[in-house]
């Protein structure tokens, strides 16, 4: 199975300051059809998780602009560009390329 | 609006049975492939299985792989996760999800004697 390793595992940030989360695959997530299935998640405290970006840097409707995803082959990053509140929770991805599909290990969001 | 809401869960014994179900509303339920993923108790999330609109098209994960089986009917938007010889470890909230892009609520299987 593909791992997907996510850094750092805890983030404590400060409202309004920037915030990003690696993501790197143990074998490239290029699929034959030329896409790369990278996706992120939030799961807010308590909740269902919810997709936030998905071929890599393509957003879902109605997240916000200041979420942006990036990166190719093997590594990706998930960037948060002003923090806010609603934000707390954990991120994971998760590729889409190769059965079976793998998530990473998750990283905690916090506000410093 | 797109609605999943699944049921089934509930505290069954080690090498037993429960059969999940999703019900599926607000979009056309036979377009869109289908998955079960789980979440262990303050653990993180785990993809458990795959299936096409169609249901021609199956995945599992290693770790249920012959012991859990999915299955849809498309004439009752409905989406279901047959699972058998249930372990300790298959205790988690098990969430069903359009496309990845919409998810559930989530239901709990508790496995414990």
């Known amino acids: 199975d593909i791992v997907m390793t996510q850094s750092p595992l805890s983030l404590p940030v400060t409202l309004g300051q920037p915030a990003s989360i690696s993501c790197r695959s143990s074998?490239?997530?290029?699929?034959?059809?030329?896409?790369?299935?990278l996706n992120w998640f939030q799961q807010r405290p308590g909740q269902s998780p919810r997709r936030l970006i998905y071929?890599?840097?393509k957003r879902d409707s109605g997240v916000p602009d200041r979420f942006s995803g990036s990166g190719s082959g093997t590594d990706f990053t998930l960037k948060i560009s002003r923090v806010e509140a609603e934000d707390v929770g954990v991120y994971y991805c998760m590729q889409g390329t190769h059965w079976s599909y793998t998530f990473g290990q998750g990283t905690k969001l916090e506000i410093k | 609006q797109v609605q999943l809401v699944e049921s089934g869960g509930g505290l069954v014994k080690p090498g037993g049975s429960l059969r999940l179900s999703c019900a599926a509303s607000?979009?056309?339920?036979?377009?869109?492939?289908m998955s079960w993923i789980r979440q262990a108790p303050g653990k993180g999330l785990e993809w458990v299985s795959y299936?096409?609109?169609?249901?021609?098209?199956?995945y599992y994960a290693d770790s249920v792989k012959g012991r859990f089986t999915i299955s849809r009917d498309n004439a009752k938007n409905s989406l279901y996760l047959q699972m058998n010889s249930l372990r300790a470890e298959d205790t988690a909230v098990y969430y069903c999800?359009?496309?990845?892009?919409?998810w559930g609520q989530g239901i709990l299987v508790t496995v414990s004697s």
């Open positions: 299936i096409s609109n169609s249901g021609n098209t199956i």
């Open positions: 074998q490239s997530l290029v699929f034959s059809d030329g896409n790369t299935y």
């Open positions: 999800a359009r496309t990845y892009g919409h």
């Open positions: 071929k890599i840097s």
């Open positions: 607000g979009f056309t339920f036979s377009d869109y492939y």
